[in-house]
C-alpha cells in the first residue's frame, strides 16, 4: 500500500520529543535510520521498517525488532552513502505525496549539511519533503512555500543556489518585492511572522528556508 507519507527518524537532535511525536499522523510509514531509532523507543513508537549498517543501534533494540518481527534492511559498515540516505532512497521508493525527516540536525556539522543538501538532489524535486524536529522545520523553495506557525517565529531564507530571483514574500516583518538574493548573502536571514500564516514565491533558484517556532501553535 502506497503511503501518504514516509516520516523519518534520524540519529540526531530531537530537543522535544513529545513535540515530534505531536507531529505523527495514523497513516504514516515510519523509517527509522539506525540510531534513529532512539528516538522511536524514547517516545514508545515502532517503525515499519530499520535501515542502516546498524552500528549505532543498541543491541538490546535490534534484538526487539527482530522479535516483533520489524522488516529490516542492513548494509556494510564500510559503504559510499550515509544511512540517511539509505533510508532515503527506500522512502522515495515508496512514491509517497510528502517525506519528512526527524533528528537530521545536532552537533555533527557535516550530518546536517550534507542532510539538507541531500533532499536537494534534483531527482527528488517533485517529492515535498521537510527536515522537521518539531522546532525547527527546514524546507527547501523552488517555487513556493505556505509556512504556518504564529507571530514572532523566525524565518529565514537562504539561497542555495548559485543566485535566487524574484523572490516576493507575505506575512513577514521585513518583506521582499520580486528581490534577488545570492550566494552568501544573509539579508534573507532571521525574519520575523507578522501572524499565523506566511508566504514565499520565487522565480528562479532554490532557497532554503528555516523555521524556527517559537510559540507552540507552529505546525
Do not use: W
Request: charged share 20%; net charge negative.
Amino acid at each position: 500500500m502506497q503511503p501518504e507519507r514516509v516520516v523519518i527518524f534520524v540519529n540526531g537532535e530531537i530537543p522535544d520529543l513529545q513535540r515530534a511525536r505531536g507531529m505523527l499522523l495514523p497513516g504514516d510509514f515510519i523509517i527509522a535510520a539506525d540510531g534513529g531509532s532512539r528516538h522511536l523507543h524514547a517516545m514508545g513508537i515502532q517503525p515499519h521498517l530499520l535501515v542502516g549498517d546498524l552500528d549505532s543501534i543498541p543491541a538490546s533494540y535490534l534484538n526487539e525488532y527482530r522479535l516483533l518481527g520489524i522488516e529490516i534492511k542492513q548494509y556494510p559498515t564500510a559503504k559510499d552513502v550515509t544511512d540517511l540516505e539509505l533510508a532515503f532512497q527506500h522512502a522515495a521508493s515508496l512514491q509517497p505525496a510528502s517525506i519528512m525527516i526527524a533528528g537530521a540536525t545536532g552537533a555533527r556539522f557535516d550530518h546536517t549539511l550534507a542532510n539538507v543538501l541531500l533532499v536537494s538532489q534534483p531527482g527528488y524535486r517533485d517529492l515535498e519533503i521537510c527536515l522537521d524536529d518539531g522546532t525547527t522545520k527546514i524546507t527547501l523553495i523552488r517555487q513556493s512555500l505556505q509556512i504556518t506557525g504564529s507571530a514572532g517565529d523566525i524565518v529565514s531564507l537562504i539561497p542555495l543556489s548559485g543566485a535566487v530571483s524574484g523572490i516576493t514574500t507575505t506575512g513577514l516583518e521585513y518583506p521582499l518585492e520580486n528581490e534577488d538574493l545570492a550566494l552568501g548573502e544573509t539579508r534573507g536571514v532571521s525574519n520575523v511572522m507578522t501572524g499565523p500564516a506566511a508566504r514565499v514565491i520565487i522565480q528562479a533558484g532554490m532557497l532554503v528556508c528555516i523555521h524556527t517556532r517559537r510559540f507552540s501553535g507552529g505546525k
